[in-house]
């Protein structure tokens, strides 16, 4: 089943071949960028179906190809922001970002919570270590 062919229109317009062939390419990252503009959290998990529409593979392929996206789109976030921006060796040496990306995919959380995350545990860490600094010294 093609995903022009379901009840689901990823358009809100009427499911017309052509006017999908027109604004959604079947392959690559503007794909999956179509497919991801203005998608609420509840509706994140069901995407992975179209995926595998949408690149002939299946369903477990399809969660991978998804968890990527996501994985790829929280590292140019992290690489944006002025907190992350200059930890990103220590984000990805010392912390999951494919679990996150994967609970990203499954619409348990937002990708800007996922950087809501990485920043409070950086703060954390940075925290421990000037706490850790003081004891070192005096012990």
């Not at 299946?58 to 690489?79: F, G, S, T, V, W």
């Not at 907190?83 to 494919?98: C, E, Q, V």
Request: hydrophobic share 35%; glycine share 4%.
């Amino acid at each position: 089943m093609n995903s022009y062919e379901n009840n689901d229109n990823i358009f809100g317009k009427d499911n017309d071949k052509n006017d999908i062939d027109n604004k959604l390419p079947f392959k690559g990252k503007s794909a999956l960028d179509a497919l991801h503009e203005d998608i609420v959290k509840e509706k994140e998990k069901n995407l992975s179906l179209k995926i595998s529409d949408i690149y002939g593979v299946d369903y477990e392929e399809a969660n991978e190809i998804h968890i990527n996206y996501h994985n790829l789109r929280l590292k140019k976030m992290i690489q944006k922001s002025e907190i992350l921006s200059g930890m990103s060796a220590f984000i990805d040496s010392n912390l999951d970002l494919k679990t996150l990306s994967t609970q990203v995919a499954f619409g348990e959380i937002t990708e800007n919570t996922c950087i809501d995350i990485l920043i409070s545990v950086m703060k954390n860490q940075k925290e421990t270590r000037v706490k850790d600094r003081y004891i070192n010294f005096y012990s």
